[in-house]
């Protein structure tokens, strides 16, 4: 069996708490898009203690803000129990093909973020799911910028480029 690598994965979630008597366990997805799961064949779970294990998934289904998933190898609750916590990460290569206009999130952390009128405002550090909408979170030297990644804000997005237009005021008001 090929040792397991993450250089290649993305993480994308956590384990949540065993779910019923049969091994099955939930997964909480950190885009906030739990039915993403139902798209992966396999998943790596890494605990605390940073050892990895590959899971096959043989079913999944969405139940309000999390996924409910189930494995062959995992088959009772005391070894649904021992995932709890672990870090859920996928192969790049089991994502999706995304349309032009959209872009994962991993794909553009690092991005240099700019306004409309070419002002720096900072370096995309990560991005977070909220129920309104996902947040940028922009760096500045010790700064931190909030942005709402909603259409009206953001004029135009590439791999080390994000371009937005933003009311006046709105940067000075989302300071953290």
């Known amino acids: 069996m090929a040792e397991l690598d993450l250089a290649h994965c993305l993480e994308v979630g956590k384990v949540g708490k065993a779910h019923g008597i049969r091994g099955q366990f939930k997964l909480h ?4 898009q739990p039915e ?7 998943i790596i779970l890494q605990a605390k203690d940073g050892s990895l294990q590959r899971i096959v998934l043989v079913a999944v289904r969405i139940q309000g803000r999390f996924a409910v998933a189930s494995s062959k190898t995992i088959v009772d609750r005391t070894q649904a129990e021992a995932l709890t916590g672990s870090k859920v990460w996928v192969a790049e290569s089991q994502l999706a ?24 405002i900072g370096i995309l550090d990560t991005i977070f799911a909220t129920a309104g ?14 942005i709402p990644a909603q259409p009206e804000y953001i004029v135009e997005v590439e791999t080390d480029k994000v371009v937005v237009d933003l009311p006046p005021g709105m940067l000075e008001l989302n300071k953290k």
């Open 29 to 32: 997805s950190s885009s906030g």
């Open 36 to 42: 993403n799961f139902s798209d992966y064949d396999e």
């Open 97 to 120: 093909d995304l349309p032009d206009d959209e872009f994962y999130w991993h794909d553009i952390i690092g991005a240099q973020v700019v306004s409309s009128s070419g002002e720096e």
């Open 133 to 146: 909408s996902d947040m940028l979170v922009v760096k500045s030297g010790r700064e931190e910028v909030l």
